[in-house]
Nanobody, 123 residues
Framework: QVQLVESGGGLVQAGGSLRLPCAAS????????KGWFRQAPGKEREFVAR????????AYADSVKGRFTISRDNTKNSVYLQMNSLRPEDTAVYSC????????????????WGQGTQVTVSS
């Protein structure tokens, strides 16, 4: 099994920034695509960003494009989400996900999920 642990969440004012790390442990796969998702109260889980195993393929949701950046450090089995110009509508629990595949295009291709970290953006 793969364990994913997110951190870095908190309360920030609109326009501020946060960086969310996600560390993988356990039976990690050397070629594993990673992703970030979020879920706000009363809403369905929403795709935020994904990155291929080598960082060559990256995709973002339209709502975060230009403000958020996903990156990874395979030497540390970690993936990161840099969030800038935060808005109140970005408030949600942010979770990272890992796949056994090197590249993913569908949410159902992610096999492991973290518990999430709360991000609250005040206006």
């Amino acid at each position: 099994q793969v364990q994913l642990v997110e951190s870095g969440g908190g309360l920030v004012q609109a326009g501020g920034s946060l960086r969310l790390p996600c560390a993988a442990s356990g039976r990690t796969f050397s070629a594993s695509a990673k992703g970030w998702f979020r879920q706000a109260p009363g809403k369905e889980r929403e795709f935020v960003a994904r990155i291929s195993w080598n960082g060559a393929w990256i995709a973002y949701a339209d709502s975060v494009k230009g403000r958020f950046t996903i990156s990874r450090d395979n030497t540390k089995n970690s993936v990161y989400l840099q969030m800038n110009s935060l808005r109140p509508e970005d408030t949600a629990v942010y979770s990272c996900a890992a796949s056994r595949r090197p590249v993913v295009t569908q949410i159902n291709e992610f096999d492991y999920w973290g518990q999430g970290t709360q991000v609250t953006v005040s206006s």
